[in-house]
């Protein structure tokens, strides 16, 4: 007997329904990308591994997918190679090529290589699958969707307030309560330094960035380990509980940073962020937090972290501003910010708060039942002025017994059916019956395009 088929670990099928739930997430995202002047982009999902490598650390590196080289590709590979069995040698040999870690590096990439064919400030969204040999656990996959938006070629704090605005628009559309947390690098810079740990900083932020996580004592105790001083411990103290609004919050820091340049510069930007901010109506509360850190060995300026306030699953949209994207790969001083929204976690979200709209998902609005060979010609002639009006319908395919058809509408969520038989016919009308009420009307063919125009949802 033959075994089971499988598929890889980390990696997941997703069936009709789920992929009519994640479309309905894609979907709305893009829209919003859209509706601010984002546009679309596509990159491979391999990359040759000199683009890869060294952009995400030792740890990144590891958790790269190598894809061997094409034909023999131990023809130039001594056996004493072979035998000192050094992988990371022996894979630098045979393999020229890796999938793709995340979308920022092939951005960068991307821009570094069509930089004559770009119109900056670029405006860019991209949606796709990314690949990390992490171990899979739950919520951890190998294989994932990331949905980035970016803006380069632009030192603008505008920027910033259009992708919190983006944020807020796009969970406001899923129907998901979040709030944005806000901070900046520079401002972490003028924090080390005001605590005399100014070559530090990556010490001090990682250890800061796991406040919620594993709290106050293990976050002293962890700067101890990595070298920082009992006295700049105790001075680090007070920025960690800072109590008050944002605008406080800031004023307080305006004294303690007063003679760090860094620090004040970030305070400024900070404080001009939040006036463009209120300015605006968010449905999702902002907050400045002192203990965001994410990717500090990455990004500048702006930082931002997104979170459900209903959920608790981890940040489900990051990002911030990058003063040297390109940089990496010789293109010097172009500035660029951007987020990344996390589909799977948003899925996870949606479900858990059930806020998936199963009829705005189903994969017909209408369903037209066969009675048989003498009726197909009028049912096809419904189905075509349907078609026409952008709504999703479907003939059933073979003249079985109405008790199924109904069974095969439900099983699809189909919320309207259509009967077009000999009655129907003779009478130049159809019945229509609602599937969720139970109730059914007749709609002669003249008034049918105004019904459905009124009645049922429009195909976009």
């Known amino acids: ?208 960035d796991k406040l919620d996580k594993i709290g106050i004592d293990s976050v002293n105790a962890e700067l101890r380990e990595k070298g920082v001083s009992i006295e700049a411990i105790n001075k680090l103290q007070p920025l960690l509980s800072f109590k008050g609004d944002s605008d406080e919050k800031l004023s307080k820091l305006e004294e303690l940073l007063s003679l760090s340049v860094t620090g004040l510069k970030g305070i400024a930007e900070v404080r001009t962020l939040f006036s463009y901010l209120g300015q605006a109506e968010m449905k999702g509360k902002v907050e400045l937090d002192l203990t965001l850190a994410r990717g500090l060995n990455y990004y500048t300026g702006a930082i931002i972290e997104v979170k459900s306030t209903d959920v608790s699953i981890g940040s489900i949209c990051g990002g911030g501003r990058y003063d040297n994207l390109a940089g990496v790969f010789g293109m010097e001083g172009v500035s660029g910010v951007g987020v990344s929204f996390g589909a799977d976690r948003i899925y996870d979200v949606l479900k858990q708060l059930d806020l998936f709209d199963d009829t705005s998902i189903s994969s017909s609005e209408v369903l037209i039942v066969n009675f048989g060979e003498s ?18 319908s479907e003939l059933y395919p073979d003249p079985v ?21 000999a009655d129907e016919i003779q009478n130049n009308c159809v019945t229509i019956k609602n599937m969720t009420s139970g109730d059914q009307e007749k709609v002669s063919l003249n008034e049918l395009r105004s019904y459905a125009e009124k009645n049922f949802k429009i195909s976009r």
């Not at 969707?145 to 970016?150: A, E, K, L, S, T």
């Not at 009726?375 to 999703?392: D, F, G, M, N, Q």
Request: charged residues 30%.
């Open 1 to 208: 007997m033959s075994s089971k088929p499988s598929i890889p670990k980390g990696t997941r099928d997703f069936s009709t329904e789920e992929m009519q739930r994640r479309e309905y997430i894609f979907d709305t995202i893009r829209q919003v990308f859209r509706l601010y002047g984002y546009q679309p982009i596509e990159t491979p999902a391999l990359e040759n591994l000199s683009t890869l490598l060294g952009k995400y650390g030792d740890e990144g590196d590891k958790l790269l997918f190598r894809i061997l080289n094409s034909g023999d590709y131990l023809s130039d590979v001594s056996m004493e190679e072979l035998l000192k069995r050094d992988s990371g040698k022996l894979s630098s040999r045979i393999c020229e090529k890796g999938l793709r870690y995340d979308l920022t590096v092939p951005f960068a990439r991307y821009v570094v290589q069509h930089r004559d064919e770009i119109v900056f400030p670029f405006k860019r969204y991209q949606i796709q699958p990314v690949w990390r040999a992490d171990r899979p656990q739950k919520g951890r996959y190998r294989e994932f969707f990331q949905c980035d938006v970016d803006v380069i070629g632009s030192d603008s704090l505008l920027n910033e307030y259009e992708l919190v605005r983006i944020i807020d628009d796009i969970f406001s559309r899923l129907h998901i309560s979040i709030i944005t947390k806000i901070n900046n690098r520079k401002i972490l810079s003028g924090i080390a330094e005001y605590i005399g740990e100014g070559s530090r900083i990556t010490d001090i932020t990682v250890a800061i």
């Open 375 to 392: 009726e197909t010609s009028y049912a096809l002639s419904v189905i075509e002025l349907l078609r026409k009006l952008s709504i999703r």
């Open 401 to 421: 017994k109405l008790k199924k058809q109904i069974s095969y509408a439900d099983s699809k969520k189909i919320p309207f059916l259509i009967i077009a038989g």
